[in-house]
């Protein structure tokens, strides 16, 4: 069981090397204390699949989730998994990545906002940006053209810090 973790992570993504085990674990507790706080079931599915989009900081889709699912529940067919993504979306446990139609475990589930995400070129990992400031430009900008947000998309494709010292 990993350390219960004692600050707040400054940087998105997290150094190459890091104690992975350390994130899925503190998700996975995040996860069940919210859902158990919300009065939704953490069905075992719902854990398995989120456990294996916690398998690293890259965006997994739907078919790689059921492709990894084992067992003798494993789902028959991409609309249970769905479900289940649904499910975890819902209750901000993962973001999807529109543009990669993939999804990531949020690390800190509960924020207002839709994340801003940033893509990592190189490396292929994903991080959620959050900047309240652009967030209210946008909502001010988007009201003065007169245009009402439902649903707000914003990825970043790039080069995370690691990558770019290694290029460097
Ligand atoms: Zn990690
Ligand atoms: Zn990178």
Redesign the pocket.
């Known amino acids: 069981m990993g350390a219960k973790a004692g600050t707040k992570a400054a940087a998105p ?1 997290p150094a190459q090397e890091h104690d992975h085990g350390h994130c899925a674990t503190s998700a996975m507790d995040r996860a069940a204390a919210i859902c158990a706080a919300r009065g939704v079931r953490l069905t075992e599915l719902r854990r398995r699949v989120l456990e294996l989009v916690w398998t690293s900081h890259r965006p997994i889709g739907a078919y790689d989730i059921l492709a990894q699912l084992g067992g003798p529940d494993r789902p028959a067919g991409p609309p249970t998994v769905y479900r289940a993504l649904d499910f975890l979306q819902e209750n901000g446990l993962v973001h999807r990545i529109a543009s990669l139609n993939a999804y990531i475990g949020c690390p800190d589930p509960g924020h207002a906002f839709a994340p801003g995400i940033m893509i ?1 070129e ?4 994903a991080a959620e940006l959050h900047d309240s400031a652009a967030d209210n430009a946008l909502s001010r900008a988007a009201a003065a053209a007169g245009f009402a947000i439902t649903r707000r998309t914003i990825e970043m494709v790039g ?2 810090r ?2 770019a010292a290694q290029a460097a």
């Open positions: 993504f990592c190189e490396c292929g990992r080069r995370c690691d990558c």
